[in-house]
């Protein structure tokens, strides 16, 4: 079974741009979460989907915005893109919204320019 | 709001000493214990978890971890550390009702010497 997917894998742009970012679950899993890891905030919780649905979602401020579509796939917008941004994004999925683990993509390296 | 503790940023053991990776939490109920790896450019694997049960927990690639709930306490240990261990170590909390929102700590990056 293939491991959740993320695309880009790199992404450069510049500031005041906005960018999307994807992120494909494993097969089956329809719970969906994000996190940004950056050098000096360390790994912080973004927002997380269900059938669709916003469930959860971290402190971060209204640039940062997401979605799930119907096949589980979610995506995450980030616009007027600050150099503060730089980070990498997680994305990670889980089966149901239970009591299991999440299982982590690779991310996708974002550099504000 | 429940908040975790590495204390330790860096770590250096000799190849196939004993490894211990600390971790402290602050939350008023039991949460749910994570221990996630990181190579470098990598994403997170998932070392082990407790959400109940007993309380010494067996992971992948040999390692455990004890929940302590009068320290709040979830410390990693290893017997034998591989060079292939070296990489960032982060544990994390949920919490129950907190759906898939976790809460990790600093990291500790371990370095092996040969």
């Known amino acids: 079974k293939a491991g959740v997917t993320q695309t880009p894998r790199y992404l450069i742009k510049t500031r005041g741009q906005q960018v999307t970012l994807s992120c494909s679950p494993i097969?089956?899993?329809?719970?969906v979460s994000w996190y940004q890891q950056t050098p000096g905030q360390g790994l912080q919780f973004l927002f997380e989907?269900?059938?669709?649905?916003?469930?959860n979602k971290g402190n971060f401020p209204g640039r940062f915005s997401g979605r799930q579509f119907s096949n589980s796939r979610s995506e995450m917008n980030v616009s007027t893109l600050e150099l503060g941004d730089s980070a990498l994004y997680l994305c990670?999925?889980?089966?149901?919204?239970?009591?299991?683990?999440?299982?982590f993509g690779p991310g996708t390296r974002l550099t504000v320019l | 709001a429940q908040s975790v503790t590495q204390p330790d940023i860096h770590i250096t053991v000799s190849e196939g000493a004993s490894l211990e990776l600390r971790c402290n939490y602050s939350?008023?109920?039991?949460?749910?214990l994570f221990w996630y790896v990181q190579s470098p450019g990598q994403g997170l694997q998932l070392l082990l978890k407790y959400f109940s049960g007993d309380t010494l927990v067996q992971g992948i690639k040999g390692f455990e971890a004890e929940f302590k709930r009068s320290q709040s306490s979830f410390n990693l240990r290893k017997p034998s550390v591989h060079w292939s261990d070296a990489a960032e170590y982060f544990c994390a909390v949920g919490v129950v009702g907190g759906g898939n929102k976790l809460t990790f700590g600093t990291g500790t990056q371990l370095k092996v010497e040969l």
């Open positions: 939350y008023g109920a039991t949460p749910y």
């Open positions: 990670a999925s889980k089966p149901l919204a239970g009591d299991n683990e999440q299982f």
């Open positions: 097969s089956g899993h329809r719970s």
């Open positions: 989907y269900f059938s669709e649905t916003q469930r």
